[in-house]
Each structure stands twice: as structure tokens, then as C-alpha cells.
């Protein structure tokens, strides 16, 4: 197929990030919550590079010009998305120059600088530079006897040109130097809480503490000047043979993820030139990987400006989860499992859910045995404790715990091995892929015999992610999905061959399959005049073949509707190729997480959740599940959530064929907001069959 069919994977990407910063941007979005958008827009810039980027200059320095789905080669691929990104960082500066920063002191709430604070300000900071900040600074002297100073990754730095206030001999000039030195707002917060008047709040940049106190630091010296820069890293761990010891290679190449080679420098738009020659010359970077800024590099950290305030008026309503009633105080969760399927939508349903399943397990002493996989596992996780009681419980315990999740090995690796000091049977997943899917496997003793309970998730079993992250999860004690979770974690854990499941489709072995099979049965079921129609909800669309296949049922004439959230490969709408296919992408107060597969099938509709996006990596490289929701009333619960997301008018954008986005608007309708209206619903129609 012609590459003009595809999307650029990367600019697609941040197409997305765009809509990330068109919520900042948004005056009807509340105000701490537009600065909590400009905090995601640039922490997810920070890995884009971190990983997309530096993959790219790692095939660039490799000599591979292989062009992408699109046909873009590496070297043309960074050249449109360095242009794209520059725009990007320039409409986030304006949007908090001139529109946030002036409403945020219409409120009360300032950023100081030097000049600006009063003399109880002062003091304050005098104090908290003497007794807090100084004892953890370090100046880095950059000069013949000292080389240039390693710059951490996404840590800010202070660069200070200084000279000796007393010349070496009388007659001589004083020669400038440079002096490193590391803001330390890994362990102190970047904005700095100062005294201020009752109903308001006033804060300084820890660079901006830092400054007036450069002549104590670099006793003897003249400062001249400072500008603030901030490196990003390759942060890709270093490929290694894991045969022997997987867990130690991790822990090694953790080290070593910190001195990736740079990708961007960011840096104060006044820094002089020959400084920033030095600092390009040094970082190995090309002029395209500079952005020069004003105000403050690491807007990321306005996350903590957004946390430290508390003024709900300016902030979104509470929303507090929704008691799933299946699980009400006082319930039997496995009577309420016998009795029938359960269906759990979060955020709106209280992940409490989940770890009670988990925790009321460990503690039954009719629970056999209890098998696991652990994605990203949170650093005080009550589920991974949870399992640490079911040991102690003398329960048989297996845990698969992926530690190649990105960004969350270190938490992972903690579990691992205090799982293991208590006797669970751990393991690390198949050779070669990352484990992916989300299932727990509980085995209780009863009356009748052997009982299994099992939960599969779209998202992973992380407390703090389902607060924030929408997905869906299936309780179920149907003895078919019993003997298929158990047939799923011999699999994972020992060497049986991929088996013949009753309802799960797994990668890298059959869900591709298992896909295409059922976009052709629509495609063959519009052919014959029959309905069809296909509704798909995933985080990213990059696979060449699926796209293809969709492409091939919309010209058959299936009605297809997709739900990305992010990447999206695809062109909808294209006359005699996609006419057919129509995508949108919300982004709202909750990240979208899930993954839902309708497929209409001449009307004995088939709904499949999963863990799974439609990328190469999911379905070739990791193992990943998709199962199939069964019950009738479930359905109609999932059929509801996706008709409800595609009738969206606020929070939805229509992807375009050229791969931009527009908000789609109310024609003629009341407004509908898709994520406050699954809320509400939440509480109405329940959970449960």
C-alpha cells in the first residue's frame, strides 16, 4: 500500500501532546488544573525524547535510513519533529506568560522574583538558603584541571560565568570561567513556598533562591552571570544477554540509563553564545536540539505548584469513586462471584475492588493458591503486600513480575526480590518479550470442590493509576475462564506450548489472528448486505497490517468507528480508501486508557476487552490478552460506554486525514461531556449482570 496512506508514528504523537496542551490552553478548563496540563505536556515531552527521539539518533548514528510507515526516513523525521516540537514549547510559553501566569495572580497566587519580595521574604529565604539549600550544593568547577561536569538527565543546572574578584598578578586581566551547579529539585521542591498574606500564595523558583547567593557559593569570585539549562537523555536501557541473571542485568543497566547520550538541551534564551557553543560542543548536540526558553526550563515541575495549592474553586470537582455494588460493605465476594460476571469501570468504580479481591484472598483460609502478573507495580503497592500476606498465609503464591516496564523497573525489582525473601515463586516472563497482561488467578477450596476466580484488566494493578487511568476489569468465576487462566500462567511460567484457550486470544501467538479473522467476518458479512460494524478503542494505531485491514473493511463497507487516544497511523475519511472510518481522540480529566473491540458480527455482537494496542510491539513482542465480555448485561454496559465516548461534543477531537485534530463541537444537541456523563451512570445502571 502507498505510504501516503500512513501517519508519521512520532508527529502523530505529538498531535496528540498537542491536545494535551490545548486543555491548558482551554478557559473553561479550572485554573491549577491548566497548569496541570502544562506539567503533562511537558513530562510527556520529556520521555517522547527520551525514548522516540533518542531511538531515532540511535538509528541515525547507526547509519539506518530505513523510512517508517510513512516513508520517512530517521534523518527526516527529526528534522519535522524538532520544527513541530519548537512550535509546541512556544505556543506552551505564551500560554503561560500571557494567559495563566496574569489569572493566577488575579487569584492570589505569584512567582516571585528576586526583586520583587518584601523583607520578611528575604529573611525567609536568607534562612532557607543558609540552613536548607546550602549544605546540598555542589559547584562543579569547569576549567583545564577540571572537566566539564556530567549533566544529569531532566536536572536543571545553574551556569555561572565567573571570574577571580582579585586578578593572579596585577598587571593581568581576570579570566571568566564556568561553574556548574546541579538545582537540586530532585529533593527539594522547584517552587519554594514563602511567607504571604492569609488568602494568598507566593512562591520562588529554586534557581531564583539560588541566584542572589552565587558569591557565597563561589567564595572569592565574581559572579558575571547565570541562565538556567536542563539535558535530556537517551533513557533506554542498554541491551545486554539477560540469560543468566535478569534481575542483576536490570539493576546494572539502571546505572547506566543516566548516561545516555543527550537528545535536547533546553536552556535560557539570554545564555550567551559562547557559553552555548561550549555546551553544544560538549553534549555532542546539532542546533535543532536546543530550545531556548524564558521564565523557567522544567514546566514539568508545576506539578507541584498544582499540589501545594489548595483552593478546590480552582481545581476540578471531586469525583469520588463509586462503591462497586457486587462488593458492598459487608458482601461475600465469592457468593457475589458465583452468582454471576462483574464488570469494573474505573475511575468511576473504586479500585478498592481489586485489592480487596486480592487481599480478602491472601487472608481465606479456603484460598489455595493465587497467580499474578505485575506490570507496574507502585512502590508501597497493597496488592504486592497482599501477596507478601498470602505467603505468610501459606498460600501457594506465583508472581510475574514484568521488570522491563519502563520508568517502573526499580519499583518492580524491589517487589521481586522482597516476594521472593518470603517464598513466592516468582519469575520474570518469556524470553525475548515483555509480559503485558493483566490477570489474577485465585484457587479456593469449597464444598462442591475446586473453585477458581479470576480477574483480567485492560489496565494494570497499580492503586494510584486506577484513580486516574479509565479502565476496565472482568470478575468472573466461569470455569472455562478458570481453566483458561490457569492454562495462561503454566504458560508464563513454565514451558508448555501456547495452548488451545475456550476465550482468550493471546500475543504474540493469536491475537493478530484472532483480530483480522473477525474484521474480515465483518467485511464479508457488509458484501452480503448484512450489518456491520466494528468500534475500536485503543491508545495507539501503528500496525501497518491492521491498518490495512481496516482499510479493506471500510471499502467493503463496514462502518467503523475508532477511539485512539494517542498515536494514530490511520487516515480517516479518505475517499476510496477510508471513507468509512471515522477516529476520535478524548482527552479530558482522566487519561483513556482502556482497550474495547466491538465487533457487530450480523448482530450477535462480540465484545472484546484486552491489554493490548494495535502496534507492532503488542502484538509481536509482548504477551498480551484479549477476552471476550460474555454476559449479555455487560455488554450492553460496554456497548454503552463506547456509544457514549463517540457522542461526545466537549472533550472529543476528530482525527483528520492528514492527521491533525479539531474539536468536535454540539451541532444542534445539548453538549455532551463523555467522561462526566459515565460518572453518572456509574452510579444508576451498576455493575453487575
Request: proline share 6%.
Amino acid at each position: 500500500m502507498n505510504q501516503d496512506a500512513f501517519v508519521n508514528r512520532e508527529l502523530s504523537w505529538l498531535e496528540f501532546n498537542r491536545r494535551v496542551l490545548e486543555e491548558a490552553q482551554d478557559a473553561s478548563v479550572p485554573l491549577l488544573e491548566r497548569v496541570k496540563f502544562l506539567a503533562i505536556f511537558s513530562s510527556n515531552l520529556d520521555e517522547f525524547f527520551m525514548v522516540r527521539v533518542a531511538a531515532l539518533k540511535r538509528r541515525l548514528a547507526g547509519g539506518d535510513q530505513t523510512p517508517g510507515l510513512d516513508g520517512l526516513a530517521p534523518v527526516d523525521a527529526l528534522a519535522a519533529i524538532a520544527t513541530r516540537v519548537h512550535e509546541l514549547v512556544d505556543a506552551q510559553r505564551r500560554c503561560f506568560r500571557e494567559e495563566i501566569q496574569p489569572r493566577l495572580a488575579a487569584e492570589g497566587i505569584v512567582i516571585l522574583r528576586p526583586e520583587q519580595l518584601d523583607d520578611a521574604q528575604r529573611h525567609f529565604l536568607g534562612a532557607y538558603f543558609r540552613r536548607t539549600l546550602l549544605p546540598v550544593l555542589t559547584p562543579l568547577a569547569v576549567e583545564h584541571a577540571h572537566p566539564f561536569p556530567y549533566l544529569g538527565n531532566r536536572s536543571p543546572c545553574l551556569v555561572a560565568s565567573i571570574r577571580p574578584a582579585v586578578p593572579s598578578a596585577p598587571s593581568a586581566p581576570a579570566r571568566s570561567s564556568l561553574s556548574v551547579i546541579h538545582i537540586p529539585s530532585q529533593v527539594l521542591p522547584h517552587f519554594v513556598a514563602l511567607p504571604a498574606p492569609t488568602g494568598r500564595h507566593a512562591f520562588m523558583l529554586l534557581e531564583d533562591v539560588i541566584r542572589p547567593h552565587l558569591a557565597s557559593i563561589e567564595n572569592g569570585y565574581d559572579v558575571l552571570s547565570s541562565h538556567v539549562i536542563r539535558v535530556t537523555r537517551d533513557a533506554d536501557l542498554p541491551t545486554r544477554d539477560h540469560r543468566h541473571d535478569l534481575l542483576a542485568s536490570l539493576e546494572e543497566g539502571l546505572l547506566e540509563r543516566s548516561l545516555g547520550a543527550a537528545v535536547r538541551l533546553q536552556h535560557d534564551a539570554d545564555v550567551p553564545s559562547d557559553i552555548l557553543a561550549s555546551l553544544v560542543e560538549e553534549l555532542e548536540l546539532a542546533p535543532a536540539d536546543l530550545y531556548a526558553g524564558e521564565s523557567f526550563t522544567t514546566f514539568s515541575a508545576l506539578l507541584q505548584l498544582y499540589e501545594a495549592i489548595d483552593m478546590p474553586r480552582l481545581k476540578d470537582r471531586p469525583r469520588p469513586a463509586r462503591v462497586v455494588p457486587a462488593f458492598g460493605s459487608g458482601s461475600d465476594i465469592w457468593n457475589a462471584l458465583r452468582a454471576r460476571d462483574v464488570l469494573v469501570h474505573h475511575p468511576y468504580h473504586a479500585f478498592d475492588a481489586v485489592t480487596r479481591f486480592v487481599r480478602e484472598a491472601a487472608v481465606d483460609p479456603n484460598v489455595l493458591a493465587i497467580k499474578m502478573t505485575l506490570y507496574r507495580v507502585s512502590p508501597a503497592s497493597p496488592i504486592a503486600q497482599a501477596l507478601r500476606t498470602a505467603v505468610e498465609h501459606g498460600k501457594e503464591v506465583a508472581v510475574l513480575v514484568e521488570l522491563q516496564a519502563r520508568f517502573d523497573e526499580e519499583a518492580n525489582i524491589r517487589w521481586a526480590r522482597a516476594l521472593e525473601k518470603v517464598g513466592a515463586r516468582v519469575v520474570y516472563g518469556l524470553a525475548g518479550f515483555k509480559t503485558h497482561c493483566k490477570a489474577c488467578l485465585v484457587v479456593r477450596q469449597e464444598a462442591d470442590g475446586i473453585r477458581r476466580y479470576g480477574h483480567l484488566a485492560t489496565g494494570n494493578y497499580n492503586v494510584r493509576t486506577g484513580g486516574v487511568y479509565g479502565d476496565l476489569g472482568l470478575f468472573t468465576s466461569r470455569e472455562s475462564f478458570g481453566a483458561d487462566l490457569t492454562a495462561l500462567f503454566n504458560l508464563l511460567t513454565g514451558h508448555t506450548e501456547p495452548p488451545d484457550f475456550h476465550h482468550l486470544l493471546l500475543a504474540p501467538t493469536h491475537l493478530r489472528d484472532g483480530l483480522v479473522e473477525r474484521i474480515r467476518r465483518e467485511a464479508d458479512h457488509a458484501r452480503a448486505g448484512r450489518h456491520a460494524r466494528i468500534i475500536a478503542k485503543m491508545n495507539g494505531l501503528a500496525d501497518r497490517r491492521m491498518i490495512e485491514e481496516l482499510y479493506a473493511a471500510s471499502e467493503a463497507g463496514v462502518r467503523i468507528d475508532l477511539i485512539v487516544r494517542g498515536i494514530c497511523c490511520l487516515r480517516p475519511g479518505v475517499p476510496g480508501l477510508s471513507e468509512n472510518i471515522r477516529a476520535i481522540s478524548i482527552v479530558d480529566r482522566y487519561l483513556e486508557h482502556a482497550r474495547i473491540f466491538h465487533f457487530e458480527n450480523a448482530g450477535d455482537a462480540e465484545y472484546l476487552l484486552a491489554s493490548a494496542d494495535w502496534m507492532p510491539r503488542n502484538l509481536d513482542r509482548r504477551v498480551e490478552i484479549a477476552f471476550p465480555v460474555l454476559d449479555p448485561g455487560l455488554q450492553a454496559q460496554i456497548r454503552d460506554i463506547l456509544e457514549t465516548q463517540l457522542a461526545d461534543t466537549v472533550k472529543a477531537r476528530r482525527i483528520l486525514a492528514d492527521g491533525r485534530s479539531v474539536r468536535i463541537r454540539p451541532a444542534g444537541h445539548p453538549a455532551l461531556r463523555s467522561q462526566e456523563r459515565l460518572y453518572e451512570t456509574s452510579g444508576v445502571n451498576g455493575v453487575v449482570a
